[in-house]
């Protein structure tokens, strides 16, 4: 198969595990995702995606996923998730993700990045989540795009 090429496999896993079937599409966004994935994978020199890999990976977390019953609602009744689901939240999820890669140790030994939040000491992707909270809790508008634009921490207030 080639990178090219939809794993038709992969997707009825997901359909599958999901619990959904092949929904007619009435009209489809313009999100540019899959011609923007679709020109990273064209380029990439030193990125390679093994089909296989790819396989076993979804199919250990969605094993993990149906043993503890995590889903969109157990995510948020997490103390550092959003409980509405909302624009707000979508920004959050968005921002979250974007900066997620930060809070990567690059020595596996060395002492973690912490965030203390509410009085209690957040580390790894959890000091993230905690500083996020606590950046909106003190009016910092961290999570609007307009913001990441600017690039400015006088342009949240």
Same mark, same amino acid.
């Given at each position: 198969m080639?990178?090219?090429?939809?794993d #038709?496999e992969l997707?009825?896993?997901?359909?599958? /595990?999901l +619990? *959904?079937?092949?929904?007619?599409?009435?009209?489809?966004a313009?999100?540019?995702?899959?011609?923007?994935a679709?020109?990273v =994978?064209d380029? @990439?020199?030193d990125?390679? &995606?093994?089909? /296989?890999c790819t396989?076993a @990976?979804?199919?250990?977390i969605w094993?993990?996923i149906?043993?503890e +019953?995590y889903s969109?609602? /157990?995510w948020?009744? #997490?103390?550092?998730h959003?409980?509405v689901k909302d624009? !707000?939240a979508?920004?959050f *999820?968005? !921002?979250?993700?974007?900066?997620n890669f =930060?809070f990567?140790?690059d020595?596996p030994?060395?002492a973690?990045?912490t965030?203390?939040? #509410?009085g209690t000491e957040? !580390?790894?992707?959890?000091?993230?989540?905690a500083a996020?909270?606590?950046? &909106?809790?003190? +009016?910092t508008?961290i !999570?609007? /795009?307009k913001?990441s634009?600017n690039?400015s921490?006088?342009s949240?207030h």
């Open positions: 080639s990178d090219d090429e939809v #038709h997707l009825e896993l997901l359909r599958e /595990s +619990g *959904i079937g092949v929904k007619p599409v009435s009209k489809r313009e999100l540019r995702v899959l011609k923007d679709e020109y =994978c380029n @990439a020199a990125v390679t &995606i093994d089909s /296989s396989k @990976a979804a199919s250990y094993a993990r149906c043993e +019953g969109s609602k /157990s948020s009744t #997490h103390e550092l959003p409980k624009r !707000t979508v920004e *999820i968005f !921002t979250m993700d974007l900066l =930060c990567w140790s020595d030994g060395g973690p990045f965030v203390d939040y #509410h957040w !580390t790894g992707y959890w000091s993230l989540v996020l909270q606590r950046a &909106i809790e003190e +009016g508008r !999570t609007r /795009s913001l634009r690039n921490h006088e949240g």
